[in-house]
């Protein structure tokens, strides 16, 4: 070894990824440190890493991404979906295939990493993600752990052990975990640019919002439609929305298994259909609609996760490319009689929409507050404030 060079050395692994099947994929950590055990899977949008991190739908979940550069945006206070940000409602874990980018974004407050370690996230870098999705695509959603320790110390056979032993998503609840503990009322109308959040003025309608873990630009969606929008728990009964009087009930969306949640939301949902009142849903407020009717649920091979998926609007015959975000899906041929199908994933043919006939109620499984398209499907809650707007004999807006 010539004069003053450094010995050969190979850097350890600072953070690793371990799948229930004793597979170990070593990276760089980032994040938050410590270890956690959820389900992993990928998310192929280009854009929006701090909103998709904090959906509460990712709760129990760690997401990979498959758009290899993350954080050039930065983070900051506006791109937050859940919530109680305190709570830490959303992903537990992130996979990058390249180190985070320094922020270059006028809207940028900090460094992603940096929010990553105060949200509680551990994250992994320098994988290989193109691999792993292959991975997920072939074999489904993995359950996994990912750990972070700067120093470099992993206990992999423990690690193992609990990736082993976790049971997964499958029969458990965990709307009640990220839902709001108390009513309150949402005033926050949509951003604009170089304005920022605006709010509500006088009222023209009343939506009830049962809170399965919402995200904070539907609600902004509703309050710019002029709807008064009063949030309630999961586990709010239908007397108590009902004496609220609203004009509208919105079922949100969540995390976890529809058919857990629904032992305790389906016969809320079934009095509020009795109820004759326009009901929407979204993504679990989809899937557990579905069930109040006596549809069916199932879990995903893999999901949908991404902000470039293309559905079918069978009431318009138009197609608009949408935000995902499920691991479960309605059972489009356990669809009763009286449920019309309304939308349809062009990927692979699942059932992304439903509507009663002779009833305002309809929902749908992707996310239209979310902007891919970028305003595809924005139409929806026009068209549900539309069905308030006609019971109030007050002429419709355009779809």
């Known amino acids: 070894m010539a004069a003053g060079t450094a010995p050969w050395s190979i850097e350890k692994p600072t953070a690793v990824l371990v799948l229930a099947d004793g597979t170990v994929i070593e990276g760089k ?35 990979t991404f498959t758009f290899p550069h993350i954080g050039n945006i930065g983070a900051n206070d506006d791109d937050i979906e859940d919530l109680t940000p305190a709570g830490r409602h959303g992903a537990v874990g992130a996979i990058f295939k390249a180190d985070i980018t320094a922020p270059s974004n006028y809207r940028s407050a900090g460094h992603l990493n940096e929010w990553l370690a105060k949200r509680g996230i551990v994250a992994i870098s320098g994988l290989d993600t193109r691999a792993l999705t292959a991975l997920i695509r072939e074999r489904g959603a993995q359950n996994a752990v990912i750990a972070h320790d700067p120093s470099r110390n992993f206990d992999l056979d423990a690690l193992k052990a609990k990736a082993a032993s976790w049971s997964g998503l499958l029969d458990l609840d ?15 109308t949509p951003w604009v640019w170089n304005e920022g959040h605006g709010a509500q003025g006088e009222p023209a309608m009343h939506i009830v919002a049962i809170d399965y873990g919402v995200k904070r630009n539907i609600l902004r969606l509703m309050a710019g439609l002029g709807a008064k929008v009063t949030i309630v728990p999961a586990t709010t009964d239908a007397q108590t929305i009902l004496a609220m009087q609203p004009d509208g009930v919105f079922l949100s969306n969540g995390p976890g298994d529809p058919a857990a949640t629904g032992k305790y939301a389906v016969p809320v949902i079934k009095d509020l259909i009795a109820a004759d009142l326009p009901v929407f849903g979204i993504c679990l407020g989809h899937q557990m609609l579905a069930l109040a ?38 059972d489009s041929k356990s669809l009763p009689q009286g449920v019309e199908e309304t939308h349809v994933s062009l990927f692979d043919g699942s059932n992304c929409g439903i509507a009663l006939t002779g009833k305002p109620v309809f929902s749908v499984q992707h996310h239209p507050e979310a902007s891919p398209g970028p305003q595809d499907s924005h139409y929806l809650f026009r068209r549900f404030v539309n069905l308030i707007r006609e019971r109030k004999g007050e002429p419709a807006l355009a779809e």
């Open 29 to 63: 950590g980032a994040g938050a440190t410590g270890e956690r055990v959820a389900e992993v899977v990928f998310n192929t949008a280009l854009t929006g890493y701090q909103e998709i991190l904090t959906d509460p739908s990712y709760v129990g979940q760690i997401v």
């Open 174 to 188: 965990l709307a009640k975990d990220v839902s709001s503990g108390q009513s309150s009322v949402w005033s926050e």
């Open 293 to 330: 009717v006596g549809a069916k649920t199932e879990k995903m091979h893999q999901g949908h996760h991404g902000a470039n998926h293309p559905v079918k609007d069978h009431t318009t015959g138009k197609v608009e490319i949408v935000s995902m975000n499920h691991g479960f899906a309605v």
